[in-house]
């Protein structure tokens, strides 16, 4: 299909007020990226490919979200919600620009795939001027019956409209559809409101075109890959389908899941081989796993790099902008924040590393925190290479421990530790006094207003 172009028009300006969230609906995350997101990675991209995205009135940070996922993307507000064909001419100006392929999608089906839209397309290019996507439902209760005749689509039929022989059938509309973009902007200006409720459908196209003496079609996916988005419990169900989806595709990459079921991944992340995943881990968004890292059970990791051999866990915590060496540790309840631990180094257990760049094979002791706050801002912790940090240390940031560098169990570190030092602080005088020196410091400067 790289010989013809293409525009998708992504609609996505529904408040989800049954989702009863303040949240714009398509700014709900399935595994662990918004709705739309899912949608635009699927919509066609490269070369001849454009994208516009129908947004409602004051519903910035969808657009902002849209933007920066696909920059090329250009956005247009529905300010009346006045039916589904209204919202596609809301991006009249970018359809008018004559695209070959018209693709027409929805913000919250974020189970679609790239090669559903291809397959819709298929027929515009054999003369069709409109494709429907349909799917076979379970129940078809609720749903338009797409109505078939000598392998023809003729009508969209709305439950309320069918007869009794027509909800029988169950080849649902989804929805989403594809338009001889050469005719596009003439078949929807056509579409009239006759209807109670005064708005212009997108259904309507099929009896439009038919009686322009030009073709439609059905193109037919599973029932998983055209779910909407209207409520909690459906976003849920979503859920569990792209759960099961990043699962298959895992376990078929190599990566062992010990316990699959258990196990919940973000669409983003990247395994090298034989990656072992134990029970119970969480890997939200941004998450690059490199070969022979074991995930122990019962961790949680967000936007963190681990190197190939790396063990995490078990009940270890990396929050966002860690970045873990090859054959690094992070052992039973650690938390990890901004940190880069350089290859070989190990942070055993009951630790909090924050801000903070360690040096390659530095040992971290058990109940060590490195104290990044000080209630204005925070700071880094420098620790070099092959250091040892005794247990229940305090680091108080801005503060370097030098390379092969000795810190003695208990000790709290104010001032920076020379290389192949032996620093033993336990003075309880002299950490009173260096706090309260640091507190006196701090109250000199002004405190920034909340919110900045």
Do not use: W
């Given at each position: 299909?790289?010989?013809?172009?293409?525009?998708?028009?992504?609609?996505?300006?529904?408040?989800?007020?049954?989702?009863?969230?303040?949240?714009?609906?398509?700014?709900?995350?399935?595994?662990?990226?918004?709705?739309?997101?899912?949608?635009?990675?699927?919509?066609?991209?490269?070369?001849?490919?454009?994208?516009?995205?129908?947004?409602?009135?004051?519903?910035?940070?969808?657009?902002?979200?849209?933007?920066?996922?696909?920059?090329?993307?250009?956005?247009?507000?529905?300010?009346?919600?006045?039916?589904?064909?209204?919202?596609?001419?809301?991006?009249?100006?970018?359809?008018?620009?004559?695209?070959?392929?018209?693709?027409?999608?929805?913000?919250?089906?974020?189970?679609?795939?790239?090669?559903?839209?291809?397959?819709?397309?298929?027929?515009?290019?054999?003369?069709?001027?409109?494709?429907?996507?349909?799917?076979?439902?379970?129940?078809?209760?609720?749903?338009?019956?797409?109505?078939?005749?000598?392998?023809?689509?003729?009508?969209?039929?709305?439950?309320?409209?069918?007869?009794?022989?027509?909800?029988?059938?169950?080849?649902?509309?989804?929805?989403?559809?594809?338009?001889?973009?050469?005719?596009?902007?003439?078949?929807?200006?056509?579409?009239?409101?006759?209807?109670?409720?005064?708005?212009?459908?997108?259904?309507?196209?099929?009896?439009?075109?038919?009686?322009?003496?030009?073709?439609?079609?059905?193109?037919?996916?599973?029932?998983?890959?055209?779910?909407?988005?209207?409520?909690?419990?459906q976003l849920a169900e979503a859920e569990?389908?792209?759960?099961a989806r990043l699962r298959k595709a895992?376990?078929?990459?190599?990566?062992?899941?010990?316990?699959?079921?258990?196990?919940?991944?973000?669409?983003?992340?990247?395994?090298?081989?034989?990656?072992?995943?134990?029970?119970?881990?969480?890997?939200?968004?941004?998450?690059?796993?490199?070969?022979?890292?074991?995930?122990?059970?019962?961790?949680?990791?967000?936007?963190?790099?681990?190197?190939?051999?790396?063990?995490?866990?078990?009940?270890?915590?990396?929050?966002?902008?860690?970045?873990?060496?090859?054959?690094?540790?992070?052992?039973?309840?650690?938390?990890?924040?901004?940190?880069?631990?350089?290859?070989?180094?190990?942070?055993?257990?009951?630790?909090?590393?924050?801000?903070?760049?360690?040096?390659?094979?530095?040992?971290?002791?058990?109940?060590?925190?490195?104290?990044?706050?000080?209630?204005?801002?925070?700071?880094?912790?420098?620790?070099?290479?092959?250091?040892?940090?005794?247990?229940?240390?305090?680091?108080?940031?801005?503060?370097?421990?030098?390379?092969?560098?000795?810190?003695?169990?208990?000790?709290?570190?104010?001032?920076?530790?020379?290389?192949?030092?032996?620093?033993?602080?336990?003075?309880?005088?002299?950490?009173?006094?260096?706090?309260?020196?640091?507190?006196?410091?701090?109250?000199?400067?002004?405190?920034?207003?909340?919110?900045?």
């Open positions: 299909m790289t010989d013809r172009t293409s525009l998708t028009v992504v609609l996505a300006a529904g408040e989800g007020t049954r989702m009863r969230s303040s949240l714009p609906k398509v700014l709900h995350p399935v595994a662990g990226q918004p709705l739309l997101v899912h949608v635009l990675e699927a919509a066609p991209h490269g070369a001849g490919t454009s994208l516009a995205v129908v947004v409602g009135p004051d519903h910035g940070t969808v657009e902002a979200e849209a933007k920066r996922l696909r920059p090329d993307a250009a956005t247009f507000v529905q300010h009346e919600r006045l039916g589904t064909a209204h919202a596609v001419l809301a991006a009249r100006d970018a359809i008018a620009r004559g695209a070959d392929d018209l693709l027409v999608a929805f913000g919250d089906t974020p189970l679609i795939s790239a090669e559903t839209f291809a397959r819709l397309r298929e027929p515009l290019k054999d003369g069709a001027a409109l494709a429907v996507l349909g799917f076979r439902a379970a129940d078809p209760t609720g749903y338009g019956r797409l109505l078939i005749e000598g392998g023809k689509l003729v009508a969209i039929r709305e439950q309320a409209d069918a007869s009794a022989e027509e909800r029988k059938v169950t080849l649902c509309n989804a929805g989403v559809m594809a338009f001889d973009g050469r005719r596009a902007l003439k078949i929807l200006e056509k579409i009239g409101n006759a209807n109670s409720k005064g708005e212009y459908y997108l259904v309507d196209a099929v009896t439009i075109v038919r009686d322009m003496g030009l073709e439609a079609v059905v193109i037919e996916t599973s029932e998983d890959e055209v779910r909407g988005i209207n409520t909690k419990a569990a389908v792209m759960q895992a376990l078929e990459a190599g990566v062992t899941l010990v316990a699959p079921e258990t196990i919940f991944l973000a669409a983003d992340t990247k395994f090298g081989s034989d990656v072992t995943i134990e029970p119970f881990v969480v890997i939200g968004p941004g998450v690059t796993i490199d070969d022979g890292a074991v995930i122990h059970s019962f961790s949680h990791i967000v936007q963190s790099s681990i190197g190939k051999k790396a063990l995490i866990g078990p009940f270890a915590r990396l929050r966002p902008g860690n970045s873990l060496g090859d054959g690094s540790k992070v052992g039973n309840f650690v938390e990890m924040k901004a940190s880069t631990l350089e290859a070989g180094v190990k942070v055993n257990h009951l630790s909090y590393i924050g801000d903070t760049h360690v040096g390659a094979k530095t040992n971290i002791g058990a109940g060590t925190i490195t104290c990044n706050y000080d209630g204005f801002s925070k700071h880094k912790t420098m620790i070099g290479a092959g250091a040892f940090i005794g247990t229940n240390s305090s680091l108080v940031a801005p503060v370097k421990i030098g390379n092969g560098a000795y810190i003695g169990s208990g000790s709290v570190i104010t001032k920076d530790v020379p290389d192949d030092a032996l620093a033993v602080e336990r003075s309880p005088q002299v950490n009173r006094e260096n706090g309260a020196k640091r507190y006196r410091e701090l109250k000199t400067r002004d405190k920034p207003p909340k919110g900045s």
